[in-house]
């Protein structure tokens, strides 16, 4: 009986703790959605994130905060942008993936090396060499260097998706073999569909990583109409931020709906194929 009670202590006091710590990372944000409710004068006038006055003026200021440019344009470009590059990415990852978990070929733990290698590199590294590249394309100003180099594999997803699918037995590979699928069809009709639970965490996370990425975009895009939302975000606080912060955070926290939307909806998958993808050998 002793000991059931120092567990549930033990169990509700690390609650306690993770609520607590919960609350301190979650306040930023709620102190910058209730923010973009407040009048200019209240923002910075309290610490408390809730609004002593109400008001929803900040929401069509900042959407229409810069001329010819709603801030729907940026959102419909980020929104092209992530989907395309979630899809390249799950596509070529997977296909690397399945290379290195079910192959055998000369040079194998060489190319997988080099891969992990270049996950460790700074993107700072490879900065110059790719722009010059993309410019020599005629690619700059133009959602080619976003989108392009998906489909080409991510270090980081592929290494997820090869533990996942190292975890799989081989003996599936043997009986479709039997039945007559090739290598082909064995990854389609056989491997694909035991790796959702990864496909869906790096769809996720890939299209959250590229709607964040302001440092790539701020590099490649010129024109304000190619603006994707943290660019958008960018020109809006350059606009308005100096005289009135409501509507940047009104914004702000419109940026942040497509993410919360995704993750809510989608989290049990991201859970599964993290947490799965640990187990892996």
């Given at each position: 009986m002793t000991g059931t009670i120092r567990t549930r202590r033990g169990i509700v006091l690390?609650?306690?703790?993770?609520?607590?710590?919960?609350?301190?990372?979650i306040y930023p944000v709620l102190w910058m959605v209730f923010g973009s409710f407040k009048p200019t004068n209240e923002i910075f006038s309290s610490a408390s994130f809730w609004p002593k006055h109400w008001t929803f003026a900040n929401y069509p200021q900042g959407w229409n905060a810069i001329p010819g440019l709603p801030f729907g344009t940026?959102?419909?470009?980020?929104l092209s942008v992530s989907c395309l590059v979630s899809v390249g990415t799950v596509i070529s990852s997977a296909i690397v993936a399945f290379g290195f978990a079910r192959f055998t070929f000369r040079g194998k733990s060489i190319l997988f090396g080099i891969m992990m290698i270049t996950m460790m590199l700074p993107t700072q590294v490879t900065l110059i060499p790719q722009y010059a590249m993309f410019h020599d394309l005629g690619w700059i100003n133009t959602y080619y260097p976003l989108i392009v180099p998906a489909f080409f594999g991510s270090p980081f997803?592929?290494?997820l998706i090869v533990q996942f699918i190292r975890g799989l037995p081989k003996e599936l590979d043997e009986a479709a073999k039997i039945d007559g699928c090739n290598a082909f069809t064995l990854f389609v009709r056989v491997i694909l569909p035991l790796i959702v639970p990864a496909l869906i965490t790096t769809a996720i996370f890939s299209f959250i990583w590229c709607w964040d990425d302001f440092f790539s975009q701020l590099i490649y895009l010129n024109s304000a109409q190619k603006f994707t939302v943290p660019l958008g975000l960018e020109s809006l606080a350059n606009a308005v931020a100096q005289e009135e912060w409501g509507p940047l955070f009104a914004m702000s926290t419109v940026s942040l709906i497509p993410l919360f939307l995704i993750f809510f909806f989608l989290q049990k998958y991201v859970v599964r194929g993290i947490a799965t993808t640990g187990l892996r050998g």
């Open positions: 690390a609650h306690a703790v993770l609520v607590i710590i919960g609350f301190f990372l940026f959102i419909l470009h980020s997803f592929i290494f």
